[in-house]
């Protein structure tokens, strides 16, 4: 079983900085793609940022220029830099690690989430 804690979460201003961290319980080198999904109250969850093992980058659109996700595989630790957030940014965000095994499964985990309101 492979656990993943998220922090960094909390209050912030409307174009306030947070920076959000996963830290995971074994090497993060076995996951092809680190993520962050955020789900606020009502809605669906949706994808927010990932980074491959490659070092590969995606965004939704919506925070395109305003997040920046990393890796650091020394400290098994994957990083969502959130700047000018606004209001709309308010959710609980999911740090998601995924393995691809071609031929016995591929598995993902998720984390129980850290709480981000962007709020004056």
């Known amino acids: 079983q492979v656990q993943l804690v998220e922090s960094g979460g909390g209050l912030v201003q409307p174009g306030g900085s947070l920076r959000l961290s996963c830290a995971a319980s074994g090497s993060i080198s076995v996951f092809n793609v680190m993520a962050w999904y955020r789900q606020a109250p009502g809605k669906q969850r949706e994808f927010v940022a990932g980074v491959t093992t490659g070092g590969s980058t995606n965004y939704v659109d919506s925070v395109k220029g305003r997040f920046t996700i990393s890796r650091d595989n020394a400290k098994n630790t994957v990083y969502l830099r959130m700047n000018s957030l606004i209001p709309e940014d308010t959710a609980v965000y999911y740090c998601?690690?995924?393995?691809?095994?071609?031929?016995?499964?591929?598995?993902?985990?998720w984390g129980q989430g850290t709480q981000v309101t962007v709020s004056a």
């Open positions: 998601n690690a995924l393995r691809i095994q071609p031929i016995v499964g591929s598995v993902d985990y």
